[in-house]
C-alpha cells in the first residue's frame, strides 16, 4: 500500500517539552546591498543653516540622512509590528534654526490598510532617537499625492512653531511647542476637495488629498517672532488652491490671480527675489499627470508669471519636483513629474524662468541630444553604465517630485525617482559646457519590497523576488547585483523557489498586481539565477502567487491570483488543480519529486502525483490562515507549517502535528543549517513567543532564542519573508516591505536551553482523500492571538516503527525498530524518526 494513502485513525499520547521562557542572542545585522534604492523616493530635503545636513523620505521605506561621502543612514529601522507605519513617510521638516531638530510625519495609508492614526515622530538628535506624538487622524506616507510637499514646515524665525497640513479633509494644524501639541487652525476652511477616482471602493484613491504643501515667507518676519506670511498648497482643481495669512495663520485669503486649472505640487521660495515658484499637474501623482504648468509669484507686486518651460505638443506632463539656488538667486530647476517616454525630464533656468535649457533634445527623430553623462556603478542593476540615447529608456527617471540643489554648494544637486536618487557635484556645467554628471548616489538607502527569498545548498548564496524592480540572484551580499532577472525582465515578482534535488533550478513567478503584466509570467532558471526562460505552458496573462517547483525541476504548482491552483509538468499546458483551495500556502517535497503540500484554514493537503490531484489530511487545530509551509530538505513527509495560531509540525507528511508550545501567532517560518553536522536544520520564525519578534530554535521548536533588537524591528512581521542559509549555521534572512533585505548572523554566544517541563496530549487524526472547492484569499493579519493550540505527536507503537515515525526521544516509550528500508535517525534529545536507509 502506498504509504501516503491509507486511512489511519489512532489516539495520540506522547511526551511534549514545553519551553517556559525565551532567551536573547546577539545578531550582527547588515542590508542586502542593492545599491540603488529600488522604490520611490518623494522627498528630499536640504538644512538651510548647516551645511551638508540633509534627509530623504521614502513611501515605505523610512527616512534616511545624508553622510559626507554621499552614502545614507537608516533612521527608522527600529519600527517594529507595532511601529510599522513609521516607514510611511509623509513629511519631512529639519529645522533652520536648531539644525539638530527633525520632524517626520509618518502612517501608511488612510484607508481601512492601516488601522492607525499617523503620528509626528520627533528627533533633537538629528536622527538618532525619536519622540513620537499621536495625532488624532491618519497619514498616508503611500498614498496618491505623496511626493506633493512638503506637508510639514518649521517657522525659520520661531522654531517652536510648525503647521502641518493633512490629508482626508482633516485642515491644517499648528504646534506652538516644537511639536508636542498639535491644535486644528479653524480659521484655515479649505481642506482639499480633489479625488483621484472616487468610485474606488478600497478607499485609496477617493479618498482626499488635502494640504499639499506648507512655505513660510522668513523674509516677511524677524527673528523671535512668529513668521507673517505662509504660503499654503491644497489639492483643488477648478478653484483657488493657493492660500496665504500675513498674520501668522489668524486669517487668510486666496492668492489673487492663481492658476486654478491644476494641482499645486510644490511651493519653494526663493527669499532674495521674493518669488514663490509653483510646480503644477493635473494629477496628484506619482504614477498619473499629462499636462501641468510652472508660475512664479512675485510677492512685492503680487503678480503671477506662466514660466511654463515648454508647450504644445512639447507639453505631455505635469511638472514635480522645484529647486531653487540660494547662492545664485534667479538660478532654478524644476523635473517633469511623468515623462514615461522618451525619457524623465529636467529644465534649468539661469533667469527667474524667463529661459530654460533641457537636460535633453531631440537632435531629429530618433536621436536624442542627452546633455550629461550617467553613471550607475553604486546600483549597476539599474542599466548601462553609460549614456543610453535609445528613446524610451528613462534612464533619467520617472515619478520626479523629489529635486534639491545644496544651500551651501551651487555645484551639489540630488533628485528622486520612481527607482532610485540620483545627483552630483558639478552642476554649474550645466550653464557653461551644457553636460553633468548624473550618478546614482542612492547607496545605502534600501527601498524595496520584498515578496519571495530562498538560500539554496549550491550557486549565490540568496536570490530573491523583488516588487517593482523584478529580483536578483546575490552572488555578493556586500556589493550590488550587477544584473536584474531579465528574459523576461518583470517590474515585480511575487515569489520564487528552487528545487531540492537539483538546487541550480530555480522558479519564478511575476506579480502583475501593480502593473499590465501580458504573456507567460512563469519563468524558469536552470543555472541558479544567472539566466531565464519564460515558462510557455503558463497560460497568457495569468498571473502572481505562489510558486513550488518538485524536487527534480520538472513540475511547476502555482497558485495564482484570481485562477486558482494549477500544475504543470516539462513546461507543458497549466491544468487546475480543484482539490486545492485557491487560498492554500503550498510547497513541494525537497527529495521525492511526486509530492506536494498544501495548507488552507485548518486543513493540511498533500499531493502524491505531482500536484494533479490533493486529499485533506491531518489538521492545524483551530487555524484560520496558514501562512508558510517549509519542508525538512532532507527528509520527506518532515513538514512545517505557520499559521494565525501559531506553528505546526509533522513527521508524516501532515497526517498528523504537533502545535508548538508557547507560539501564538506565526508568519513566516525557514529551516537553515543545523547547529551541529547532522543535526536538525534550525528553525527561524517571526513569530509571537511572548511578543511579537523574529526568533532561531536549535531544537525543532522546543526552546527559542531571540534574535533581533530594539534597533532593527523589521517593520510588519505579518509581510515579511525570510529564509535561512543551508550553508552557515545561524545566518537568516529576512525580506522587508520596504527596507529591503536583511541577514543576521549570531554575534554572541548561544544561549544555555530555557527549562523544560513534560505534558502529555491526545489528538485523534483521521486521513483520507478530499476535494475541496475554491475560496477567497483572506488576508494575514498583524494582531495576535492568545489562544492554547493543542499539542499532539507521531503515533506511537510497541511494535516496528512505519517509514517516517518517530524511533526515540527522551520519555519516548514507544518503538525504537525501523520498518526495512528506513534507519532511526537522531534529530534531537527529544525527537529521533525512521528515515530511509
Not at 500500500?1 to 489512532?10: H, Q, T
Not at 521605506?61 to 509590528?81: C, I, M, R, V
Not at 529639519?94 to 528627533?123: C, F, H, K
Request: glycine content about 12%; charged content about 15%; overall charge neutral.
Amino acid at each position: 500500500m502506498d504509504k501516503f494513502s491509507f486511512v489511519r485513525l489512532a489516539i495520540l499520547t506522547a511526551f511534549v517539552p514545553i519551553a517556559l521562557a525565551v532567551s536573547t542572542q546577539q545578531y550582527n545585522w547588515k542590508n542586502v546591498k542593492i545599491g540603488g534604492g529600488g522604490g520611490f523616493i518623494p522627498g528630499i530635503v536640504f538644512n538651510p543653516s548647516q551645511k551638508g545636513l540633509a534627509f530623504a523620505r521614502t513611501d515605505i521605506g523610512g527616512a534616511y540622512k545624508l553622510n559626507a561621502d554621499d552614502s545614507w543612514t537608516p533612521l527608522l529601522d527600529f519600527a517594529d509590528d507595532a511601529r510599522w507605519n513609521y516607514w510611511g513617510v509623509d513629511a519631512l521638516a529639519t529645522d533652520p534654526v536648531e539644525p539638530n531638530r527633525l520632524y517626520l510625519a509618518t502612517g501608511m495609508y488612510t484607508n481601512s490598510w492601516d488601522p492607525n492614526n499617523g503620528q509626528i515622530l520627533i528627533s533633537t538628535d538629528t536622527g538618532a532617537t525619536f519622540t513620537p506624538v499621536k495625532l488624532p487622524f491618519k497619514v498616508g506616507g503611500n498614498m496618491p499625492g505623496r511626493g506633493m510637499g512638503e506637508r510639514l514646515a518649521v517657522d525659520p524665525n520661531n522654531n517652536k512653531i510648525l503647521f502641518f497640513g493633512a490629508r482626508s479633509g482633516n485642515g491644517l494644524w499648528k504646534s506652538t511647542d516644537y511639536g508636542s501639541t498639535w491644535s486644528k487652525v479653524s480659521s484655515f476652511t479649505n481642506t482639499g476637495t480633489y479625488i483621484a477616482d472616487p468610485t474606488d471602493t478600497s478607499g485609496y484613491n477617493s479618498d482626499k488629498i488635502g494640504i499639499a504643501w506648507v512655505t513660510f515667507d522668513q523674509t516677511s518676519g524677524k527673528s523671535g517672532s512668529a513668521t507673517p506670511r505662509i504660503f499654503v498648497g491644497v489639492a483643488n482643481k477648478g478653484s483657488s488652491n493657493i492660500f496665504v495669512t500675513n498674520d501668522g495663520g489668524s486669517t487668510w485669503s486666496a492668492v489673487a490671480g492663481q492658476n486654478t486649472t491644476y494641482l499645486p505640487h510644490k511651493g519653494v521660495l526663493s527669499p532674495s527675489e521674493k518669488v514663490l515658484y509653483v510646480s503644477y499637474s493635473d494629477g496628484a501623482g506619482p504614477y498619473d499627470g499629462t499636462l501641468g504648468a510652472v508660475y512664479k509669484y512675485n510677492i512685492a507686486s503680487s503678480t503671477w508669471t506662466d514660466i511654463t518651460p515648454v508647450s504644445g505638443s512639447d507639453l505631455y506632463f505635469g511638472f514635480g519636483g522645484v529647486a531653487v539656488d540660494l547662492q545664485k538667486p534667479g538660478t532654478l530647476m524644476v523635473a517633469a513629474l511623468n515623462s514615461w517616454w522618451p525619457d524623465g525630464q529636467i529644465f534649468r533656468s539661469t533667469d527667474s524662468g524667463a529661459t530654460w535649457s533641457p537636460l535633453w533634445a531631440w537632435q531629429s527623430y530618433p536621436t536624442m541630444n542627452k546633455y550629461y553623462t550617467y553613471s550607475d556603478s553604486l546600483a549597476p542593476w539599474l542599466g548601462p553604465n553609460y549614456v543610453d540615447t535609445t528613446p524610451g529608456d528613462k534612464q533619467i527617471g520617472w515619478m520626479m517630485e523629489a529635486l534639491v540643489i545644496d544651500p551651501f554648494d551651487s555645484n551639489h544637486w540630488l533628485y528622486g525617482t520612481g527607482a532610485t536618487l540620483y545627483g552630483g557635484h558639478d552642476l554649474l556645467k550645466w550653464d557653461t559646457t551644457h553636460n553633468v554628471t548624473i550618478k546614482s548616489l542612492a547607496d545605502g538607502i534600501e527601498e524595496t519590497s520584498i515578496q519571495g527569498l530562498i538560500s539554496p545548498p549550491t550557486g549565490p548564496s540568496l536570490l530573491s523576488a523583488v516588487g517593482d524592480i523584478g529580483g536578483f540572484a546575490h552572488v555578493s551580499l556586500t556589493s550590488p547585483p550587477t544584473t536584474g532577472f531579465t528574459n523576461p525582465t518583470w517590474p515585480t515578482a511575487s515569489d520564487i523557489d528552487f528545487a531540492g534535488n537539483k538546487p541550480t533550478n530555480i522558479k519564478l513567478a511575476n506579480m502583475g498586481e501593480c502593473y499590465s503584466s501580458t504573456g507567460k509570467q512563469v519563468a524558469l532558471s536552470t543555472d541558479s539565477g544567472a539566466t531565464w526562460n519564460q515558462d510557455y505552458g503558463a497560460a497568457d496573462n495569468t498571473t502572481g502567487g505562489k510558486v513550488a517547483l518538485s524536487a527534480d525541476g520538472d513540475t511547476v504548482l502555482w497558485r495564482t491570483n484570481g485562477n486558482g491552483v494549477m500544475v504543470s509538468q516539462y513546461t507543458n499546458a497549466f491544468t487546475a488543480v480543484p482539490s486545492l483551495p485557491s487560498d492554500a500556502a503550498i510547497a513541494s517535497d525537497k527529495k521525492n519529486n511526486s509530492i506536494f503540500y498544501g495548507a488552507s484554514q485548518s486543513k493540511f493537503y498533500l499531493s502524491t502525483d505531482g500536484g494533479k490531484t490533493f486529499a485533506a489530511k491531518g489538521s492545524l487545530g483551530s487555524s484560520t490562515s496558514p501562512v508558510k509551509v517549509v519542508v525538512n530538505p532532507s527528509v520527506t513527509g518532515d513538514v512545517w507549517v505557520s499559521t494565525d495560531k501559531g506553528i505546526f509540525h509533522s513527521t508524516d507528511s501532515g497526517s498528523t502535528f504537533n502545535a508548538l508550545s508557547g507560539v501564538t501567532q506565526a508568519w513566516a517560518i525557514a529551516l537553515g543549517a543545523p547547529a551541529k553536522s547532522g543535526g536538525y536544520p534550525a528553525l527561524f520564525a517571526a513569530a509571537n513567543i511572548g511578543g511579537v519578534g523574529y526568533f532561531r530554535s536549535d531544537d525543532q521548536g522546543v526552546n527559542w532564542v531571540k534574535i533581533n533588537d530594539a534597533n532593527h524591528g523589521f517593520g510588519s512581521a505579518s509581510s515579511n519573508v525570510i529564509t535561512a542559509d543551508p550553508r552557515i549555521y545561524g545566518r537568516v534572512y529576512i525580506g522587508t516591505n520596504g527596507r529591503g533585505i536583511f541577514y543576521g548572523d549570531a554575534s554572541g554566544a548561544s544561549p544555555a536551553p530555557t527549562s523544560t517541563v513534560s505534558s502529555t496530549a491526545s489528538s485523534s487524526t483521521t486521513s483520507k482523500s478530499s476535494s475541496t472547492t475554491a475560496v477567497s484569499t483572506t488576508k494575514t493579519t498583524s494582531s495576535t492571538t492568545t489562544s492554547k493550540t493543542t499539542t499532539s505527536s507521531s503515533p506511537t507503537s510497541t511494535g516496528t516503527v512505519a517509514g517516517y515515525g518517530q524511533c526515540g526521544g527522551m520519555g519516548w516509550t514507544g518503538g525504537t525498530v525501523c520498518v526495512a528500508g528506513f534507519t532511526c535517525v537522531y534529530s534531537n534529545p527529544y525527537y529521533s524518526q525512521c528515515t530511509p536507509s
